[in-house]
């Protein structure tokens, strides 16, 4: 699977980094994109150097954009012209999307979360999402090709569900096992 994972400014980089590492060890082919050049600094203060920017991607050849949470790096995505778009061009082509935490706001930006199941940060749900639809309390949710999760503990369950789910329950087993996870 080709997976993009854009990074702005304020994403939670337990769930940037976790996904990458799990979907890593997956072999699937992982690229992070930054939204602005440079080293991008997460809510912590930790920056990670994205592979590439995201004006170079070549979106058509991906298979799944993967969007992290945290409060500032949900919103840049919320307000990011290309990233609303691929959004919207990877729901119309039934391309896989992932969201967790606060990032499931970005989904509803572009118009793709209403009449979808779906999960985030609690309080993501309670203040800040305009959907009438029940929040659901599974740690991750599917919808058909869109997965949403709760936040940063619950991004390892995110990462090896969405390996069970795009690519094999196999892999998925194996990668939990070596990651020694129950």
């Known amino acids: 699977m080709k997976t993009l994972i854009p990074l702005a400014a ?4 337990i769930e940037a980094v976790i996904l990458i590492d799990v979907l890593r060890r997956a072999e699937w082919d992982v690229v992070t994109a930054g939204l602005e050049s440079g080293a991008v600094k997460a809510s912590r203060g930790v920056q990670l150097l994205p592979d590439v920017l995201w004006d170079e991607v070549d979106l058509d050849a991906f298979d799944l954009i993967l969007l992290p949470g945290g409060w500032g790096g949900a919103m840049a995505l ?3 012209a290309g990233v609303q778009q691929a959004l919207q061009d990877f729901c119309d ?3 896989w999307i992932g969201a967790i935490c606060a990032a499931p706001l970005a989904l509803q930006k572009a118009g793709i ?3 979808k199941r779906f999960t985030c940060y609690p309080s993501v749900a309670e203040h800040f999402l305009e959907t009438n639809q029940p929040l659901f309390e599974n ?6 090709q869109i997965l949403t999760s709760q936040g940063p503990g619950t991004a390892f369950e995110f990462a090896l569900q969405l390996i069970a789910i795009c690519d094999s329950s196999e892999k998925s087993a194996a990668v939990r096992s070596a990651l020694l996870l129950n």
């Open 113 to 115: 979360l209403d009449g």
């Open 78 to 80: 919320c307000e990011h």
């Open 93 to 95: 082509q039934e391309k």
């Open 10 to 13: 304020g994403f939670e980089e």
């Open 139 to 144: 740690e991750v949710e599917q919808d058909g």
